[in-house]
């Protein structure tokens, strides 16, 4: 340490900044959070709007 006096200082810089960019690889942005949550609110439409064509039109879902 006496000899190399900015190893440890430039090692705290390297650390941390390691440790943003895994932090932004791992984790979801805001947009993706918001992005997943309008994917499964779609999707919950779907399926209910399917559930409704087979409550309304039972027929056609039996004739098999």
Known sequence: M???KSALPSH???TL???RILN???HPSHEE???DEIYRQ???LKQ???DRK???CPETNSAT
């Open 54 to 56: 087979r409550l309304l």
């Open 33 to 35: 959070l918001e992005h």
């Open 12 to 14: 705290t810089v390297y």
């Open 2 to 4: 006496q000899v190399y």
């Open 17 to 19: 900044n390691v440790e």
């Open 24 to 26: 932004r690889m791992t």
């Open 42 to 44: 779609e999707m919950n």
């Open 48 to 50: 209910n709007l399917n």
